[in-house]
């Protein structure tokens, strides 16, 4: 007895009546003709860190290939990412002195000032400059202290100490003036506060820079994937934590509320922060506005694929490109990622 007298098979219809064959578009040819997402070296945006308290390049080692640069390299920083065929950056700062109100961020000798000051006159890049306090303040938080109180990390009320919404919106303001009269052709305000957006475009608007954007942070969460970026910018919490001014990380609702109050305080471009882990936060925001979305894929999803890479387990060339186009194709028109050199010469 015959194997297929046990288990008849079902006849094969005949190929003329399979019409609808997906597979005809995946040749070489017609594939990259009919593909539905492209990804372009100006679609990303690269991450540069100017250290103040530097005089030579320093790696950063949570985040292999990248490194903190003295102001006097920002230049040549810059000219390494644009002859990748990335055309824009962002900044961020690590300055030479702390206190507990980030004083730093809006010196007109500060680091991301005298750094935008430089590449603005020297190279054709799109700056952008980081706008938050966590690198500048001793105690790590992203403003003003509710109390007043400096990194007092030994106290016995430190972890219930929070930011005082109010009072760093009048730094995020005279910070956002200093970074625009640098030369910033976008500013970023990443710290989450209520209202920091309206605040920001009524003091660029009120000093004469309408034409600077705005590319708000409009949904950062609060998450684990962002180790490797506060070893980078020396922007870690002295103590607690920022679970009461970023996001939780269950709530997508919560998101379109936030963008919805940045588009109305004349955001311009909408950030959605991290990218991977939100990848359904970042398609509803794009389907929900229309402005520009941004995502930033972040320090952490950028040392998993490394240390991945690094086992042998990936091939890094091959996954940083799938998950950059992954976040274009969720919606982003603007990726921020540490990969943007490395995928950038491979387009």
Known sequence: MTTDAIFPLPPVPPSMNLTDRPRRLRRDGLRELVSETTLQPSDLMAPVFVDATADERRAIPSMPGHERVPLDEAVARVEEVLATGVESVILFGIPDAKDPRGTRAWAEDGVIQQATRRITAETDALVATDLCFCEYTDHGHCGVLADGAGADAGSDHADHLTVDNDATLENVRTTAVSQAEAGADVVAPSGMMDGQVGAIREALDGAGFEDVAVMSYAAKYESAFYGPFRDAADGAPAFGDRRHYQMDPANGEEALREVALDVEQGADVLMVKPALPYLDVVRRVDEAVDRPVAAYN?????????????????????????SLLSIKRAGADVVLTYFAEAVAERL
């Open 298 to 322: 972040v320090s952490g999803e950028y040392a998993m694929l490394h240390a991945a890479a690094e086992k042998g387990w990936l091939d890094l060339d091959a996954v940083a490109h799938e």
